[in-house]
């Protein structure tokens, strides 16, 4: 435990220097959201918010916890690691004396809270002071939160951890990047809010891991899940983490059977 | 050899090249148009729960934004040269452009014309097809010319902010990512109806970057509905132009920074 404590360390504060980064991130997030709220909110203008699923309230700080959320996602693989694979640099992660999932899994989750943090942190500043970002909708919805959002950065980085593998079969991962996107983009609750979406799909919805990133966590801060439902939507993370790993680890031994390193 | 035969010249070269890598290429083209099906489908849904939006029906809203994303393509897939500014300066290899007898606009415009983004303008041109034949908007000759007329303004206009951006980076020696914001997130504005937005949004959109201008005048006047706003309709004619006037003040100012320019020395 204690060399992946170190690694997720060094790495999680090295990427705490990209400062100048995370401010233009910060700047682009705040613009995308407010075209987006106010989209929505010209939508729920002509429609009155009662028979909705959410309020306009409730959606607006829903986009926004999207937007200080965004680095969060899994979008694409790491890239030091497919450095690694490429030049040949993966034969030393295999000699060293630790297991190469775990030493992954921790790289990624660097990778998915120092970066997030420093978006996240002037964003709540920004839209809860001024664009309608709404507090925690209770005691136990501000308790249960970070809990959330804890299995949402251990979900996205078993995601992490399944594109870096892809890379052992495939170096340039281009289909990978260009299809994962998409796929989280839309079942995430990133592009829209999930339940806006028609009522035939939403038990798709529900399945599917994806809403464990950003809309279980969303939706526990507005109090919409709570109590059965919240904890329901807490185990559904847990259980699709657990298999995620599983199913990483099954790659990782049978990708690793079959990887060449070249010499040189 | 005169500019167009060279610049044609540039675009054989760099689609020949695109096209030797088939399969990435297959792929990166059906990426990107998949990502924006999935970019309509969101809109789609909302339409499906709300059915309008302030009073505009999907089929309008289709027309915004086929229109925007067709000249938003165009203009990324024509300026790669100019996005991706920052490495070539980075890397000092501006100094070569400049002791080429061509002008550096001519050769940057040459560096890529990127080809994937035809992904992205089938998807545009499918939905704009679908909403201007459900609204009966026929093949009415002004009405073409209209709309061909705010597509051009639109590259143009969109073509001026990857310049802007790329002059930028004589001092940044970066492209700048907060440039985002006025072309990915100028299409994702202008995909609606601009009618719909607070006035602070309108405003940058009209006055500072004038990508209503292009974008929604026109398309206003050729659905044949008036500006909720109360904008005159010759607007729908006139705003284009304020794209070339826009790439005009933006090709001025590539000047003014090359004048400025200090190589990396790398």
């Keep these: ?264 | 050899m005169n500019a167009l035969r060279l610049y044609a010249r540039y675009v054989g070269l760099s689609w020949r090249a695109q096209l030797q890598y088939r399969a990435s290429f297959a792929l990166q083209t059906l990426g990107t148009a998949l990502l924006s099906v999935v970019d309509f489908l969101a809109i789609w849904v909302l339409f499906d729960r709300f059915k309008r939006i302030a009073g505009w029906s999907l089929a309008e809203v289709a027309v915004f934004y086929g229109t925007a994303n067709i000249a938003w393509s165009l203009a990324e897939g024509i300026g790669r040269g100019f996005d991706d500014f920052g490495s070539v300066v980075k890397r000092g290899d501006f100094d070569r452009l400049l002791l080429r007898p061509r002008s550096t606009v001519l050769q940057l415009l040459g560096r890529e014309f990127t080809l994937r983004r035809i992904g992205r303008i089938g998807q545009g041109a499918a939905v704009l097809a679908w909403g201007w034949r459900s609204l009966g908007l026929g093949w009415d000759a002004a009405r073409l010319g209209l709309w061909l007329l705010a597509v051009a303004g639109g590259v143009a206009l969109f073509e001026g902010i990857l310049i802007l951006q790329a002059t930028l980076a004589f001092w940044t020696i970066e492209s700048l990512e907060v440039m985002n914001t006025l072309t990915y997130g100028g299409v994702q504005t202008v995909q609606y109806p601009l009618a719909i937005y607070p006035g602070w949004l309108r405003r940058f959109f009209l006055l500072v970057v004038p990508l209503g201008c292009v974008a929604y005048f026109p398309v206003v006047r050729l659905l044949g509905r008036t500006d909720p706003l109360g904008a005159p309709a010759w607007l729908g004619w006139a705003g284009p132009f304020a794209g070339f006037l826009f790439l005009g003040v933006a090709l001025r100012a590539w000047r003014f920074g090359i004048r400025h320019y200090t190589s990396t020395g790398s």
């Design chain 1, 1 to 264: 435990m204690k060399p992946l404590l170190a690694i997720f360390g060094a790495r999680f504060r090295l990427l705490l220097q990209y400062r100048a980064a995370a401010w233009a991130g910060v700047v682009t997030q705040v613009f995308f959201g407010a075209v987006i709220t106010a989209a929505l909110s010209a939508f729920y203008a002509g429609a009155g918010d009662a028979r909705q699923p959410l309020l306009l309230s409730q959606v607006v700080t829903y986009v926004w916890l999207g937007q200080a959320f965004f680095s969060l996602l899994p979008w694409r693989t790491d890239p030091e690691v497919r450095e690694q694979v490429v030049s040949g640099g993966l034969a030393y992660e295999l000699l060293r004396p630790v297991d190469l999932y775990a030493l992954w899994f921790a790289r990624a989750l660097a990778l998915k809270t120092a970066p997030v943090l420093l978006r996240a942190l002037p964003l709540f500043v920004v839209a809860g002071l001024f664009l309608g970002l709404r507090r925690p909708a209770s005691l136990e919805a501000a308790l249960l939160w970070p809990l959330a959002v804890a299995g949402a950065v251990a979900l996205s980085s078993a995601f992490m951890v399944l594109m870096n593998l892809s890379l052992l079969w495939s170096v340039s991962a281009d289909g990978i990047h260009y299809l994962v996107p998409v796929l989280v983009m839309l079942l995430s609750g990133q592009l829209l809010p999930l339940p806006l979406f028609p009522e035939w799909f939403k038990p798709v919805l529900l399945v599917l891991p994806f809403r464990g990133l950003m809309d279980t966590p969303h939706r526990v801060w507005l109090g919409d899940l709570s109590g059965a439902a919240a904890a329901y939507a807490l185990a559904h993370q847990w259980l699709w983490l657990v298999a995620l790993i599983a199913l990483g680890r099954h790659l990782l031994a049978r990708g690793l059977r079959r990887v060449v390193i070249q010499g040189g």
